[in-house]
């Protein structure tokens, strides 16, 4: 299988950074799968999963991503989020935390710009609490 170079930044970390058969990242209207040689473009994309598979690997690597986009250019693929972890990475007790305290700020009275970036913060948590602990939020 063909392959090309993937480079995944998050804003305090090099997430990845190597050769690649496939990424499927959250974009804004659902998955979006990319292989080598992809049309060159640049995609948007939303808090979810992201799974790739390095070079010569037959497990897919998984990791849960904030906001950010994706830029495709001459065989080589950049992803550029806010946050990257692994599943394994994140505490339960911390996640489950962000999201109470992100639930008790949208109770808040707030401007409308303050309102927006809690319901961001709302979601990253939900998403992260969901993915470590396969707990049904309502």
Do not use: C, W
Not at 9 to 37: R, T, Y
Not at 47 to 64: H, L, Q
């Amino acid at each position: 299988m063909s392959s090309f170079y993937l480079k995944i930044l998050a804003s305090n970390k090099v997430f990845f950074s190597g050769k690649a058969d496939i990424l499927v990242v959250p974009g804004l209207d659902g998955e979006i799968a990319i292989m080598a040689h992809h049309q060159n473009m640049a995609i948007a994309t939303t808090i979810g999963d992201v799974r790739f598979k390095p070079e010569g690997s037959e497990e897919y690597v998984d990791a849960v991503v904030g906001i950010g986009f994706v830029y495709i250019a001459n065989n080589r693929v950049t992803m550029i989020v806010d946050t990257a972890e692994r599943p394994e990475d994140i505490d339960e007790v911390r996640a489950k935390a962000a999201m109470e305290r992100a639930k008790e700020q949208l109770r808040q009275k707030q401007s409308i710009q303050e309102y927006h970036v809690s319901q961001a913060s709302l979601a990253r948590a939900v998403y992260r609490y969901r993915k470590v602990g396969k707990h049904d939020i309502n």
